[in-house]
Nanobody, 117 residues
Framework: QVLLQESGPGVVKPSQTLSLTCAVSGGSITTASYSWTWISQPPGKGLEWIGSRRYSGSTFYSPSLQSRTSISRDTSKKQFTLQLILLTPEDTGVYYC?????????WGQGTLVTVSS
């Protein structure tokens, strides 16, 4: 069974960079056909796809966030990391990492990030 666990700071100041890591257990992040994904949910709003990194290493980002986002990975540690720069209070929300196979079939529990001075 694949499990995902997010980790990172709970509070970040405006204009700073957010770095969140997703640790994967029970599987490999290089297994064919899977993409490893970051999703956010601002308070009172729906889920927003941020971006994904495929098993092959290629990346795809939301057009609205592309200029501020990067997703990297450490295959030896089975981790993938989201970096989001130039934070604003509108980036506040719960951030999830998830695995995409035929759908988003595995999710982490989510971590709350608050952007505040």
């Amino acid at each position: 069974q694949v499990l995902l666990q997010e980790s990172g700071p709970g509070v970040v100041k405006p204009s700073q960079t957010l770095s969140l890591t997703c640790a994967v257990s029970g599987g490999s992040i290089t297994t064919a056909s899977y993409s490893w994904t970051w999703i956010s949910q601002p308070p009172g709003k729906g889920l927003e796809w941020i971006g994904s990194r495929r098993y092959s290493g290629s990346t795809f980002y939301s057009p609205s966030l592309q200029s501020r986002t990067s997703i990297s990975r450490d295959t030896s540690k089975k981790q993938f990391t989201l970096q989001l720069i130039l934070l604003t209070p509108e980036d506040t929300g719960v951030y999830y990492c998830a695995r995409y196979g035929s759908g988003l079939d595995t999710w982490g529990q989510g971590t709350l990030v608050t952007v505040s001075s």
